[in-house]
């Protein structure tokens, strides 16, 4: 239930996003006994996007109610790329009630906050404030806690590079000239839309229930491909291949940005897609948070009491040697541009993705190349 935001007495944890990641670190940590809240303007508010992952990366724990589809992953740019392993995708609904149970003693404020005025605070829109030991950011790509690193003197801001999309929804039968029944389409690199310019793939996966998501995707372009632009070249590579949207079709946009800096706002912790743990190549970070939400609060229980900064980097810590692949140190997941757990599965697998992706750049300029 949510509660207005006022001046409260001192918290443990301070959650702010009602998204995937915050519920999940929010209640894990509420689970161990701390004193959470979370902070969020509309904490009711459903969830819309489709959230999918690699099979391997699900938490053990997750409930199989909470995974709607599952199938094999297969690439196309010259030609057909098995990529040898299974792709899944979330029952939203069923997952939004698996973090809502964990919420039971998370105390969720209806309320914007706008920054962090000092270690452990958090301004809210409107006025008032709270104070916790440790404050996590999850509220995605905004980071309304984040720091900013200046531009450069003389020189105008860039733009983001964002990853951006536009898909339908329409029955499997439907979608089987493009998506068999069992098979996820990770990417189809080929210019079946029949325009020139920035290259733009389709995504396409099974959603449950009997629908398939497909999806015109502009992987990374400064600025963000328009949605009409994918649009367009989404229903123009359906109708090659004979299929017809329904007039009724549901529809999902995307856009996210790729390049945003690691969260580095002194005594917050960034997390989930403000960590960020978003893989620019697939979009993936739910399964990453998931995971990662009771190591973080494993290491918040462990360093409370040593100070706002202490919590903080010791969750980030704990998180970078989840994510590590073994044997390998973290320093690379300490750079500027964080990394997300997708790509260090295909360093311990097959390698299937590295071809992929040098495919998928020798397709977007129409090169041959060596599988």
Known sequence: MAHPATSTPRLDVLVIGGGPAGRAVAGECAGRGLRTALVDPQPDRPFTATYGCWAAELPVDL??????????????????????WQYAVFDVPALRSHLDERLADVVVHAARATHSPGPGRVALEGGGDLTASVVIDAAGRWQPLGG?????????????????????????????????????????????????????????????????????????????????????????RLARHGIRVPPDARTETVRFPVDHPRHDSPGVLGFGAAAPLVHPATGFSLAAALRLAGPVADAVVAHLDAGPDAG???????????????????????????????????ERGSGVLRRLLRASRAAAVGLPHRS
Do not use: K
């Open 63 to 84: 409930p199989a109610s909470v995974v709607a589809a599952r199938a094999r992953g297969r690439a196309v740019a010259h030609r057909t790329h098995a990529l040898g």
């Open 148 to 236: 900013r690193r200046p531009g450069r003197p003389g020189r105008p801001a860039r733009a983001e590079a964002e990853q951006t999309a536009y898909g339908v929804v329409v029955p499997a039968e439907v979608a089987a000239p493009l998506v068999p029944s069992g098979e996820a389409l990770f990417m189809d690199w080929r210019p079946d839309h029949g325009e020139g310019g920035w290259p733009t793939f389709l995504y396409g996966i099974p959603v449950g229930g009997g629908e398939v998501l497909l999806v015109e995707t502009s992987l990374a372009r400064r600025p963000g491909l328009p949605v009409p632009v994918l649009r367009r070249r989404l229903l123009a």
């Open 312 to 346: 903080p980097e010791a969750a980030r810590g704990r998180a970078r040697r989840s994510l590590a692949p073994s044997g390998e140190g973290s320093s690379r997941l300490s750079s500027d541009r964080a990394r997300g757990p997708a790509a260090d599965a295909a």
